[in-house]
C-alpha cells in the first residue's frame, strides 16, 4: 500500500512555471507506474503524465513539450515541471500510483490546486 503527499502549487501566471512533486509511504513504489492526472471545474479527472518503472514517460498532448514528469526511486518520489504555463492548466492536480502489473492497487493523492492566471 502507498500514501501519496503532493505539494508545490499555487498561483502562476500564464507563461511561468511551477513544479509540483508527489512523495511516498510505503512499499513497492519502484514497481508502480507514477503519474500525474488534473481536474478542472466541472470537468472530468483526466491524465497528463506518467513515467513507467522503466523510466519511460508518456504526456497527454496538451502538455507535450510543456511539461517533463521525473522519478527518484531512491526517494520515493515523482516530480512535474511545468513550463509555459497556459491558463487552462488550471486544476486540481493529483499523484497516482498504478500497482496493476504486479497485482498492487492504485492509489491517488489528496491534490493540490494549480491556479494560472493570464
Known amino acids: 500500500q502507498l500514501q501519496l503527499v503532493e505539494s508545490g502549487g499555487g498561483l502562476a501566471q500564464s507563461g511561468g512555471s511551477l513544479r509540483l512533486s508527489c512523495v511516498a509511504s510505503?512499499?513497492?513504489?519502484?514497481?508502480?507506474?507514477m503519474g500525474w492526472f488534473r481536474q478542472a471545474p466541472g470537468k472530468q479527472r483526466e491524465f497528463v503524465a506518467n513515467v513507467h518503472t522503466t523510466g519511460d514517460s508518456s504526456y497527454a498532448d496538451s502538455v507535450k513539450g510543456r511539461f517533463a514528469i521525473s522519478r527518484d526511486n531512491s526517494e520515493k518520489t515523482v516530480s512535474l515541471l511545468m513550463n509555459s504555463l497556459k491558463p487552462e492548466d488550471t486544476a486540481v492536480y493529483y499523484c497516482?500510483?498504478?500497482?496493476?502489473?504486479?497485482?498492487?492497487?492504485?492509489?491517488w493523492g489528496q491534490g493540490t490546486q494549480v491556479t494560472v492566471s493570464s
Open positions: 497516482n500510483a498504478d500497482g496493476l502489473s504486479y497485482g498492487g492497487g492504485t492509489f
Open positions: 510505503g512499499s513497492h513504489f519502484s514497481s508502480n507506474i
